[in-house]
């Protein structure tokens, strides 16, 4: 498996196909071909820029749209979208990916929330749980999580990859702080789980 990451939360992972997680306003996913699939965990900007997306699809007009029953109205001027929902399993080539997830992790106290779907590759090669604390069903190789944002702090960033015990953690959703560094290097010393920073835009294998 190869990920690229292209800011903030957006992902490309390849297996025999070319998944994009996340496309939003703080990613550079523009130039991207032969996309299979793009898969939204959830309706806010900078995981789903329904502009760039549309040029994005129309540029790969193979590639199927997965979305969260939220984000439904973000993307309603976009070619037809396959609303996904926790318990489903959808299928790309010979790559799985399973539907978890269910709600955006709080913001603050009653302050609704949305729906947020975490996706999970081949049985555990990969997991995106999108804005949640949402855990993967298993065992997990590669753990994208958010180091960053309104709804967490670095000590539930923590505390999440410890209880996910990934084979390793990939930092992600840091569009908004000016130094990621600091934070993906904070999550590494106290989640005793190795962290691999990625250089972006760079395919690495995981």
Known sequence: MKITHLGHA???????????IDPGTMSDFAA???IDAVLVTHQHADHVDA???????????GARL?????SVGAVDDLPEARVARPGERLTFGRTRVDVHGGRHAAVYGPVPGCTNNAYLV????????????????????VLAVAIDGPWLKIAEAVDYVRAAGPRVAVPM???ETTDPAKYAGMLGAFS?????????GVATAL
Do not use: K, Q
């Open 10 to 20: 957006c992902l490309l992972v390849e297996t025999d196909v070319r998944l994009l």
């Open 122 to 141: 081949d049985d555990g090669a990969f997991f995106h749980p999108g804005d949640s604390f949402t855990m993967p069903p298993g065992d997990v190789d």
């Open 32 to 34: 991207l071909t032969d």
């Open 192 to 200: 005793d789980v190795p962290v691999r920073r990625l250089p972006a």
């Open 66 to 70: 997965v979305v969260d029953p939220d």
């Open 173 to 175: 959703h840091e569009g």
């Open 51 to 61: 502009g760039r997306l549309a040029a994005l699809l129309a540029a790969n007009p």
